[in-house]
Nanobody, 127 residues
Framework: QVQLVESGGGSVQTGGSLRLSCVLS????????LAWFRQAPGKEREAVAA????????YYGDSVKDRFTISQGAAKTSVSLEMGNLKPEDTAMYYC????????????????????WGQGTQVTVSS
């Protein structure tokens, strides 16, 4: 089992920045991909960013490209999401997730590939 705990959410104004962090524990040796998803009320969960633990490739959703940056700590212990130029449409619950099966870039944005999820952290952006 792998446990994930997010932190860093909060409320900011349009144009502001936030950094989300997620700490992993447990049996992480088979984890090969870490990701951030978000879900706004009444909307489907969407992939925001993902990164292979090898560091070979990072995925970004179209709506966050050039504004968000995903990074990981050493030895699969953490994953972070640096969010800049935040917009009201970024308001959502943000979840970190870990996968041992997302082995190709096209699998990275698929929520079904992630067996382990954090409890979520709320991000609210006001205009």
């Amino acid at each position: 089992q792998v446990q994930l705990v997010e932190s860093g959410g909060g409320s900011v104004q349009t144009g502001g920045s936030l950094r989300l962090s997620c700490v992993l524990s447990g049996e992480t040796r088979y984890i090969n991909c870490l990701a951030w998803f978000r879900q706004a009320p009444g909307k489907e969960r969407e992939a925001v960013a993902a990164i292979f633990t090898s560091g070979s490739y990072a995925y970004y959703g179209d709506s966050v490209k050039d504004r968000f940056t995903i990074s990981q700590g050493a030895a699969k212990t953490s994953v972070s999401l640096e969010m800049g130029n935040l917009k009201p449409e970024d308001t959502a619950m943000y979840y970190c997730a870990a996968s041992s099966s997302a082995t190709a870039d096209w699998l990275m944005p698929l929520a079904d590939e992630y067996a382990y999820w954090g409890q979520g952290t709320q991000v609210t952006v006001s205009s």
